[in-house]
């Protein structure tokens, strides 16, 4: 069993970064691909950001490339998204994810894919 918790999210101006962090427990998860997805209020989820296991390939949607960075840190069984040059449709709720497969990272990656689910963090970027 893996709990997820996020932090890190907050309000920042337009042009603004956010560095996101999911800790993971219970279980190591250096052995699973973790991911980021959002979701705005009356919309569905959406994938952001992806890093697979053995190699740490990362995978992004195209409305974040380039401006955000999936990493993770097995040591301390945790994963980041570095957010920069935030938008304020980048507004939403972020949560992580863990596959136990080991192998999803890219924008095809569904949530369905994934085991577990973290409770979400808020992030507000104003114009």
């Known amino acids: 069993q893996v709990q997820l918790v996020e932090s890190g999210g907050g309000l920042v101006q337009a042009g603004g970064s956010l560095r996101l962090s999911c800790a993971a427990s219970?279980?190591?998860?250096?052995?699973?691909?973790m991911g980021w997805f959002r979701q705005a209020p009356g919309k569905d989820r959406e994938f952001v950001a992806g890093i697979s296991r053995s190699l740490g390939r990362t995978g992004y949607a195209d409305s974040v490339k380039g401006r955000f960075t999936i990493s993770r840190d097995n040591t301390k069984n945790t994963v980041y998204l570095q957010m920069n040059s935030l938008k304020p449709e980048d507004t939403a709720v972020y949560y992580c994810a863990a596959d136990q497969s080991g192998g999803r990272y890219d924008p095809t990656v569904k949530g369905e894919d994934y085991d577990y689910w973290g409770q979400g963090t808020q992030v507000t970027v104003s114009s």
């Open positions: 219970g279980r190591t998860v250096s052995g699973y691909a």
